[in-house]
């Protein structure tokens, strides 16, 4: 059986594609390498515009831009589809640099939070979708 490959890219749909860009630039403190139009593919989708971000270890992070997105809806995880993305740190120190970083750039977390397998940091983004900083234990 062929083995199932690592995840290659995510892609958000967000409401403000600037606002957004200007918010994940902060946070990831780099900047896009890829902001254009995609054209519409049949069968596939009708089109967007996206701007993407490399992240260590080869992952790409991007942001769509959909003409239909309901700009008055935001992310809720009990509708079914993403609950949450999680960014791997390689220990809880690392976590407490993030949690500290968070401070700095105003965004709200819940603080670390300790359960068997590891410890987490939540926090949310403008269109509140939830995003996790995550450690195994040591």
């Known amino acids: ?10 892609a958000l749909t967000v409401t403000d594609l600037e606002a957004s860009r200007e918010w994940y630039t902060r946070l990831l403190g780099a ?7 995609v054209p519409p593919l049949d069968g596939h989708h009708r089109g967007f515009r996206h701007v993407v ?10 942001l769509h831009a959909h003409g239909a997105t309901d700009r008055s809806q935001l992310f809720d995880e ?12 390689a220990d809880r120190s690392e976590l407490e640099r993030w949690q500290e970083r968070l401070d700095e750039l105003g965004v709200k977390h819940g603080g670390i939070a300790e359960d068997a397998n590891g410890y987490g940091l939540s926090f949310r983004d403008p269109d509140n979708i939830a995003l996790e900083l995550w450690s195994p234990r040591s």
Request: net charge negative; hydrophobic share 45%.
């Open 53 to 62: 971000f490399a992240l260590p270890g080869g992952a790409l992070f991007a």
């Open 31 to 37: 900047e896009a390498v890829l902001d254009e139009p």
């Open 1 to 10: 059986m062929t083995e199932f490959p690592s995840v290659q890219h995510v």
């Open 78 to 89: 009990f509708r079914p589809g993403l609950d949450h993305v999680s960014f791997g740190c």
